[in-house]
DNA sequence: AATGCCGGGGC
DNA sequence: GCCCCGGCATT
């Protein structure tokens, strides 16, 4: 019975987020974006859609299979399994701000956006099929070479990581959890 | 300071 | 096999 579930003390030590950081005022502002990119619509007399709960249509993949990320966010009533060594320093979580014209909630730090949706139809997390994304071959003739000149450039960086945020590491793909390279957010 | 990842380590 | 961190490159 070697239980691992010592979790009160475990301390990580990656978030040691610094203090401060987030002031000024609610940057949460993803609502009202006006014409940012309308090429299609420049003065839309009605601007009350511009402000609507974002809403997935389908689960994304093995990214809330868990269940509802909504919902276990806003409860958190454990991640699921682990050691829950998070020093809970959540800064904004479940912040719902009822707007005049609308809500909006944001969960963490930085405003995750949901966009495109970086997952396939196809959900299974068993436990090893669930990451796996061909995406494409473009691999054919390509020895070793192109290697001064050449840095890292990690794509963009929004990984595991950065869009669930060190709180909710047991969101994380296996990969990031592990340090390793993102499988789900694959560059 | 922070993210992302390889290499290395424990079990 | 699963699990994780030290340390590095990069931003
Ligand atoms: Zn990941």
Redesign the pocket.
Known sequence: M?EKIDGTN?S???????TS?YSSSGYWSWCAPSDLSNPSTPSPPLSTDSCKPFRIPSQTDDGIDEADASDLLFNEPIPR???A?APVNIPGSASFTPSSSGFSISWQ??PVTFTGIPASPTHIRT??FGEHRPQAHAMLSSPPRAAVG??????????????Y??EH?DMWC?????????QR???
């Open positions: 070697i475990g990580w030590k990656e978030g040691g987020f610094t950081s399994k682990r050691k060594t730090s930085p436990h090893g050449l840095r890292k450039s990690r794509g963009e960086g929004k990984k595991c990581r950065k869009v945020g060190i590491r296996t990969a990031c959890r592990w340090k390793k390279a993102c957010f694959i560059d």
